[in-house]
T-cell receptor
């Protein structure tokens, strides 16, 4: 079974400084990987996804992630944090289910705090 | 397009009571999912459906049942609620295996 590990449960940055949220995955083959964001008391929104095309994936709101097979990593970055980026971020791997469909396996989440 | 909607948004139950959560999507998606979110655990798959009239178990199905009588609706039922089912429940749908899963806003359920 595939799995993801988010290495930091909480990250705190100052507004205007870079963001790095770390994710490692475990997979027996080339996976589909995603980053989702969840703002307080809201649903989940897709930031970006990797599906075996370009290894550097650009997403919404200035976020990007790089798939590194040799390191089994899919870290999320942003050059300059904004107050509105404060949220919980989930690294997710997609697995095919028996009988069809695909299952998303979520990491435990990283809470991003942005300070003035 | 309303996307994925969930009703109710909040509910408080007593142990042993039953209830049904409704998920509706207006995007003509084939696949629908029910997840639960608990602190520090991410989201876990309860049940899913690959099309109208089909359902299957996810990783945490015990204590829940589902039905997909219409393509646009996916119902999650709790026959006899337990405190361990206190959670936030999210429904999601996707058009095909390569697509993005769209999530509803969630239902916060408390079982006393």
């Amino acid at each position: 079974a595939q799995s993801v590990t988010q290495l930091d449960s909480h990250v705190s940055v100052s507004e205007g400084t870079p963001v790095l949220l770390r994710c490692n995955y475990s997979s027996s083959y080339s996976p589909s990987l995603f980053w989702y964001v969840q703002h307080p008391n809201k649903g989940l929104q897709l930031l970006l996804k990797y599906t075996s095309a370009a290894t550097l994936v650009k997403g919404i709101n200035g976020f990007e992630a790089e798939f590194k097979k040799s390191e089994t990593s899919f870290h999320l970055t942003k050059p300059s944090a904004h107050m509105s980026d404060a949220a919980e971020y989930f690294c997710v791997v997609s697995d095919q289910l028996t009988g069809g469909g695909n299952k998303l396996t979520f990491g435990t989440g990283t809470q991003l705090k942005v300070e003035l | 397009n309303a996307g994925v909607t969930q009703t109710p948004k909040f509910r408080v139950l007593k142990t042993g009571q039953s209830m049904t959560l409704l998920c509706a999507q207006d995007m003509n998606h084939e696949y629908m999912y029910w997840y639960r979110q608990d602190p520090g655990m991410g989201l876990r798959l309860i049940h899913y459906s690959v099309g109208e009239g089909t359902t299957a178990k996810g990783e945490v199905p015990d204590g829940y049942n589902v039905s997909r009588l219409k393509k646009q609706n996916f119902l999650l039922g709790l026959e006899s609620a337990a405190p361990s089912q206190t959670s936030v429940y999210f429904c999601a749908s996707v058009k095909d295996l390569q697509g993005e899963q769209f999530f509803g806003p969630g239902t916060r359920l408390t079982v006393l």
